[in-house]
């Protein structure tokens, strides 16, 4: 499923956006953030999506023969959510953006065990896998 949409719209308008994996324009960005035009994955809760016109995406990689993935990031198999390589989701550089930056949809990710997994990976990128340590923080 490769949906092209017009640069500067929302062309997912009356579409669930959660687990979405679409191309985004990233740029401009500074320093160590993502750039260029590339894959990412949706994460934000569907009311959000719907009122905002912003979108809480997971930038993501291809895969790289030397590149090994981190223990903050995840696998994202081929096809697993209509991308055409293994690639890696990268939940470290968690943005919200404006919907507009959409530029097509390549699928959706539909398996509850990868969705679990990625949702655990933002967890731990926050520091709330464990909630009931917040109380200790200082």
Do not use: C
């Not at 679990?116 to 200790?136: I, P, Q, S």
Request: charged residues 25%; without cysteine; aromatic residues 4%.
């Amino acid at each position: 499923m490769l949906l092209t949409g017009r640069p500067g719209g929302d062309f997912l308008t009356g579409m669930r956006r959660r687990w979405a994996l679409v191309e985004v324009a990233l740029d401009p960005a500074e320093g160590h953030e993502q750039a260029g035009s590339r894959p990412a994955l949706v994460v934000s809760n569907e009311p959000f999506n719907e009122t905002s016109g912003l979108l809480t995406v997971l930038p993501v990689t291809s895969m790289k023969e030397r590149r090994a993935v981190q223990p903050w990031e995840l696998l994202l198999p081929a096809a697993a959510a209509g991308n055409p390589l293994d690639s890696i989701i990268m939940p470290q550089q968690v943005r919200t953006i404006s919907a507009k930056r959409i530029r097509r949809l390549y699928g959706r990710l539909s398996d509850p065990a990868l969705r679990r997994e990625v949702a655990g990976k933002m967890l731990l990128h926050l520091g709330f896998e464990t909630l009931d340590d917040l109380a200790d923080e200082p």
